[in-house]
Every structure is written in structure tokens, then in C-alpha cells.
């Protein structure tokens, strides 16, 4: 009877320690940030002017479509320095979430991946362990056309490497984003 006695107060005293443990925030933790549901492109023509493109998804990545996604709109034969721009809008406040994914950017990377159109992406920023992430890139277009872009956000907590491919991980954004060169 002891024994019992013994077990129920051990079972009851390790529920209590359970419930009043701290939750500790992981810095790589894949659940640390926060959903996406507005992304900026922000393009600077080399010796030219600087051009936003917004993307808007109320209900983050899958479920309901986007309720906007601008056409890019480039030149043919310039260079661009493009800046991804990442928000959580909720309850009509928006919130730079960009920092936050940049504190883990060993194990997130944007991809940029052409389609029907000529367009070559050099990511330009590296996390802590030289590895790229694209919050910062390098365009060059080529000739005119029109086409899209497949926009992806990869997770890749304990995956990341230097020449990674557009599925390693998994994908916390994945959009196709019509683009023009004219």
C-alpha cells in the first residue's frame, strides 16, 4: 500500500513539475517565427530607380489563394538588387517578421527560380556559416518575355548546406509570381 501511496504522490509531484517548467526558446526552433502573410520585393535598378512588389496571403502559404500578388515588372538587359521584405499582418498590425527569420538563417534559404523567362539570381548574403540565404540578391535580365518566378522560403533546421536544392527541407512559402521583361 506504501508502494502505491509513493507512486501516486511521485506521478502527481512529476505532473507538477511539468506544468510549471519554463518554455525555452530554441533559437533554430522551425516554430520560433511567426506566419508570413505579406512579402515585399523590393527591386533598385542598377543607376535606376527602386520598384516594390507585394505579395498578400491572408491564411499564410496553402489554404486560400493570395488575395494579391503584383506582376514583377522589369527591364530587359539591367541589373537589380532585390531585398525580400517578410510580414505577419494580425488584427491590423503588420510586423517586420524579416529579423526573425534572419536570427535562423542557418536554416532558412529563399529560392528564385525562373520560368519562361531569362533572368539569373545570385543570392548575395550569407548566414554565420558562409552559406546563402537570398534576403539579398543580384538579378540580371536578359531579353524581353513573360513568365514567372516559383518564390520559396525553405526550412532547413540541421539540413543546410552551400549548394543546396530548392527541396531540401521543407517549404515555409512556395509562390509562382508573374513576371514581365520588357
Known amino acids: 500500500m506504501k508502494q502505491i501511496k509513493l507512486g501516486i504522490i511521485c506521478a502527481v509531484f512529476m505532473m507538477l513539475m511539468a506544468g510549471c ?9 522551425e516554430n520560433e517565427h511567426e506566419a508570413i502573410n505579406k512579402i515585399e520585393l523590393v527591386f533598385a535598378e542598377t543607376g535606376g530607380a527602386t520598384t516594390s512588389f507585394v505579395i498578400e496571403d491572408p ?10 500578388i503584383d506582376t514583377i515588372k522589369l527591364n530587359s538587359n539591367k541589373q ?8 505577419n499582418i494580425a488584427n491590423g498590425v503588420v510586423k517586420d517578421v524579416s529579423a526573425t527569420v534572419l536570427m535562423q538563417a542557418t536554416s532558412h534559404e ?12 545570385q543570392k ?27 518564390f520559396k522560403l ?3 533546421t540541421a ?10 527541407g521543407h517549404s515555409d512559402i512556395q509562390l509562382n509570381l508573374p513576371i514581365t521583361i520588357k
Open 21 to 29: 517548467s519554463k518554455n525555452v526558446s530554441k533559437p533554430n526552433d
Open 59 to 68: 491564411d499564410g502559404d496553402g489554404g486560400n489563394p493570395p488575395s494579391r
Open 80 to 87: 537589380y538588387n532585390v531585398t525580400v521584405k517578410i510580414y
Open 124 to 150: 548575395t548574403d550569407k548566414d554565420k556559416n558562409g552559406y546563402p540565404i537570398g534576403f539579398l540578391s543580384s538579378w540580371q535580365t536578359a531579353g524581353a518575355g513573360s513568365g514567372s518566378i516559383l
Open 110 to 121: 529563399f529560392y528564385f527560380i525562373p520560368s519562361g523567362v531569362s533572368v539569373t539570381v
Open 154 to 156: 525553405m526550412h532547413k
Open 159 to 168: 539540413l543546410k548546406g552551400p549548394n543546396d536544392g530548392p527541396n531540401v
